[in-house]
């Protein structure tokens, strides 16, 4: 049976949600802090190896590891801020690239949100982590000064230990300035939701949205223990499908429960 955190199970007649304890809170640091440590912040654990920063640039002085700070965002748990006081390309011919490593565990969701992005001219500002998945999970963000994506489309992959590399890159171009106050990157559990209606005579119609890039089974039985596999669909859009199936529940049930099920 899976743990209690992948389930949600339903009645005919009530709707049960689970919640999942707060674990330990991911500490404020640098990234050198965090090389070959383990810290977790909403259920997610985040695992750096010894050597988790990478930097090139053009006409600016190396930005080293310790001038680069996390911090879980004050306005959500599951979401790490990253910030440095850097950030900034007054003049053209600019550039700045860093990539930073880690693996997160306990999450099956990711997005990534820019915090006051300012550019002029032809310069641009860009971010994305991607989770090395198979297929990979990549969510972007980016700024110029006529157009901008912030924040993208949440990205789906497999709940288990995922490597992680967040890439944040600035350029002033031939003609511009950049500037980046700071960028979120943000993991977490995506728990599916029934929702049932019942439906003469003898029948429930129970109604569920599948992720892009899961896969769901509805699962049914009479005492909580005895499953039995009604319905399974794997979704290979980008977006999210809704998905109704009509379950029958007997003339006199003494009771039914229903649950999805994530391999």
């Known amino acids: ?8 199970f339903i009645t005919w007649l009530v709707a049960l949600g689970l919640a999942r304890p707060a674990l330990a809170q991911f500490p404020v640091g ?34 080293p590891a310790g001038a680069v700070y996390l911090a879980p965002d004050p306005s959500g748990t599951n979401t790490i801020l990253i910030s440095c006081a ?14 930073i490593y880690f693996q997160a565990t306990d999450a099956d969701i990711q997005g990534g949100w820019q915090h006051s992005a300012a550019v002029t001219g032809d310069g641009s500002v ?33 709940d288990q230990p995922q490597n992680v590399t967040v890439h944040i890159s600035l350029s002033s171009g031939n003609n511009g300035t950049a500037s980046l106050r700071s960028y979120g990157t943000h993991f977490g559990l995506q728990f599916p939701t029934l929702n049932i209606a019942f439906k003469k005579p003898n029948n429930v119609q129970v109604s569920f949205v599948v992720a892009a890039g899961q896969t769901c089974t509805l699962q049914s039985a009479p005492d909580l223990l005895a499953w039995s596999d009604l319905f399974s669909l794997t979704n290979t859009n980008s977006t999210g499908v809704a998905t109704n199936y009509l379950a029958s529940i007997g003339s006199a049930p003494a009771q039914k429960f229903f649950r999805l099920r994530l391999p």
Do not use: H
């Open 30 to 63: 640098t990234v050198a802090s965090y090389a070959g440590g383990s810290f977790s912040t909403g259920g997610v654990t985040y695992s750096f190896p010894t050597n988790d920063y990478a930097f090139s640039g053009t006409g600016v002085a190396p930005i």
């Open 86 to 99: 850097d950030w900034t390309l007054p003049a053209p011919n600019q550039s700045i690239s860093m990539d």
């Open 126 to 158: 860009s971010e994305s982590t991607t989770v090395e998945s198979t297929p990979p999970a990549v969510s972007t963000s980016f700024q110029t000064a006529t157009n901008g994506v912030d924040p993208g489309q949440a990205a789906w992959f497999p």
């Open 1 to 8: 049976m899976l743990c209690m955190r992948k389930l949600a």
